[in-house]
């Protein structure tokens, strides 16, 4: 996800739908991947990590894809439900930070409707 | 397990006051805490780095003299916004991580109006 200013990209999905959310990093040494969901007025929650040894993993309901060649991350959503809708964020870490500081993407808006 | 605490949830104070804000992980030691802050409809902006027994390392452009930070234990640390303006409201949110220093856990965030 990607986004200019004050505009949160957004993703309109209908409920039962998959999901697909987007992040591209520009940094190649990055090798460390989280995805975050935000509900409005709350912290970020944590929903998936990756290595950059892997390319796929998966958890409940949710997929997380990387590819590396293109510095591509996504996070795939089965059948979305209401509870879903939130700001989705990426975030990226590289193992030359010793405080494992992490990159955050600008995020994407995801609106489940009935 | 996991949980990071924030307090308070918001605040409101008059423009020249300080305002103090708690983050706490609960159920585990945090080696790492970070201070972020938060826009509507944007990302999280890092502010600083804070490890326990030592001075917090912050971002280019955030003023350590305006944001202090005290990271006393291994479960708390603080930021005190000196001196608030108006242009110092926002959503500030603590996270805290592990000795392995990889997945960062968030608090529930505090939203700051300065009036």
């Known amino acids: 996800g990607e986004s200019v200013g004050l505009h949160l990209p957004t993703l309109s999905v209908q409920e039962g739908d998959n999901s697909i959310i987007n992040c591209a990093y520009s940094n190649s040494a990055s090798d460390y991947f989280i995805w975050y969901k935000q509900e409005s007025g709350k912290g970020p929650q944590f929903i998936i990590d990756?290595?950059?040894?892997?390319d796929k993993r998966q958890g409940q309901r949710v997929t997380v894809l990387l590819n590396k060649t293109v510095k591509h991350l996504s996070l795939q959503i089965a059948a979305t439900q209401p509870g879903d809708s939130a700001v989705y964020f990426c975030?990226?870490?590289?193992?030359?930070?010793?405080?494992?500081?992490?990159?955050f993407g600008a995020g994407t808006q995801v609106v489940v409707t009935p | 397990g996991a949980v990071v605490s924030q307090h308070p949830s918001w605040v409101i104070c008059k423009s020249g006051t300080s305002v103090k804000i708690e983050c706490r992980s609960l159920d585990f030691q945090a080696t790492t805490m970070f201070w972020y802050r938060q826009f509507p409809k944007q990302s999280l902006m890092l502010m600083a780095t804070s490890n326990e027994g030592s001075k917090a390392t912050y971002e280019q452009g955030v003023e350590k003299d305006k944001f202090l930070i005290n990271h006393a234990s291994l479960t708390l640390s603080t930021l005190t916004v000196t001196s608030a303006h108006p242009e110092d409201s926002s959503f500030y949110i603590c996270?805290?991580?592990?000795?392995?220093?990889?997945?960062?856990?968030f608090g529930p965030g505090t939203r700051l109006l300065v009036l």
């Open positions: 996270s805290a991580s592990r000795p392995d220093r990889e997945t960062q856990y």
């Open positions: 990756i290595r950059s040894n892997m």
């Open positions: 975030a990226e870490t590289e193992p030359t930070d010793s405080w494992g500081k992490l990159q």
